[in-house]
């Protein structure tokens, strides 16, 4: 009898565990949701095949911030994409890997990418789920094996537990890895910022503000198209004779793209710095003085850069004021993408 009590409270206790753990991991206010804002297109991505819960959410959130993705189990998804600079690297040119290894490249900001119809500055990924791939098993990133990393979660005394919850089963797979990693990566969803709020009427730009605004829609906007501000082209934007990086040219092998990279979206720009694909310029005064007066010409370089009139002073100075009404300070404060270790 005494031994039957034991087995009792000991089964009480781990069911008593279990449902607080529970409770702890899938908390939220309200059912995660894909929302488009007024005014956008649909999203390129397709949901209908990675159906979005909030169980698969937060499986793929506490996967973006795992180190386990990494070689030496140090490296996160977050590591380099950091919410509070929109999901970017500030202040840092080119990431460092696994043991210190720096990259070739800046990691850009994450935002919006469900609408995007392809990844990286060269357009190399073109599915949101095939997207982690790529750093996941660069030598100068994470430097893993998807096997290697399936292997680790699948040894892990939570991960079972959480891809039963998303996914139905205890047995982890790469293709459920990454479409939970879709559900987060997807829900990055930022249309919160002050010129957002101006667009519905909700608020009012300075004059410097307007003069600005006016400025991007004359100088700026065919590249930086509304809402996403990238048109998601290739572009060769003016930096190099020369190209030690060839860019989408090292995808298609295309001579016509040596030297050029994907617009990059322009939301939240004022806190992604540095920019360009090797984080060259450190401020977006030095962007906008590379547009003014330091463009190098090539065989490839954007007919669209060979008209830019100089800015004055003060018109990059308006512009600046107002390339800082696309910061969205819901975003890069909104719960739902932090750290949940």
């Known amino acids: 009898m005494k031994k039957t009590r034991t087995l009792f409270f000991v ?17 939220f206010p309200e059912e995660i949701q894909f929302v488009i804002p007024p005014g956008w297109a649909s999203a390129h991505y397709d949901f209908s095949t990675n159906k979005l819960t909030t169980n698969g959410f937060i499986l793929g959130r506490k996967l973006f911030y795992e180190t386990k993705l990494s ?29 210190g290894v720096l990259g070739t490249r800046n990691a850009p900001a994450l935002s919006n990418l469900a609408w995007q119809t392809n990844f990286m500055w060269d357009g190399g990924i073109t599915n949101l789920e095939v997207m982690p791939l790529a750093p996941l098993t660069n030598h ?3 430097n893993e094996t998807i096997n290697n990393v399936v292997n680790k979660l699948q040894n892990d005394a ?12 205890t047995t982890i797979s790469s293709q459920l890895l990454l479409k939970a990693l879709a559900q987060f990566m997807g829900m990055l969803v930022s249309s919160g910022s002050k010129y957002d709020k101006y667009e519905k009427g909700e608020t009012s730009f300075s004059t410097n503000e307007m003069n600005g605004l006016n400025l991007f829609t004359q100088k700026c906007a065919t590249c930086h198209t509304t809402p996403l501000f990238t048109n998601l082209q290739f572009m060769n934007f003016g930096l190099d004779s020369l190209f030690n990086d060839p860019g989408r040219a090292g995808i298609t092998g295309a001579a ?4 050029t990279f994907k617009v990059p979206s322009l939301r939240n720009v004022a806190l992604s710095s540095p920019y360009m694909h090797d984080g060259r310029f450190a401020t977006l005064a030095d962007v906008l003085e590379h547009y003014s007066t330091g463009i190098v010409h090539s065989s490839t370089l954007s007919p669209l850069l060979n008209t830019i009139a100089p800015l004055t002073s003060m018109e990059k100075q308006d512009l600046i004021l107002f390339l800082n009404t696309l910061t969205d300070s819901t975003f890069i404060t909104d719960a739902r993408f932090k750290n949940p270790n």
Not at 19 to 27: G, N, P
Request: proline share 2%; glycine share 6%.
């Open 11 to 27: 089964a009480v206790s781990v069911l008593l565990f279990s449902c607080k753990k529970d409770t702890t991991i899938t908390k």
């Open 71 to 99: 070689q030496n189990n140090a490296i996160s998804c977050g590591s380099c994409h950091q919410q509070q600079f929109a999901f970017s690297n500030q202040y840092h040119a080119l990431s460092a890997g696994v043991n």
């Open 140 to 142: 100068f990133e994470m």
């Open 158 to 169: 939570t991960y079972p537990y959480l891809f039963n919850n998303a996914f139905g089963t």
């Open 256 to 259: 016509s793209d040596s030297g």
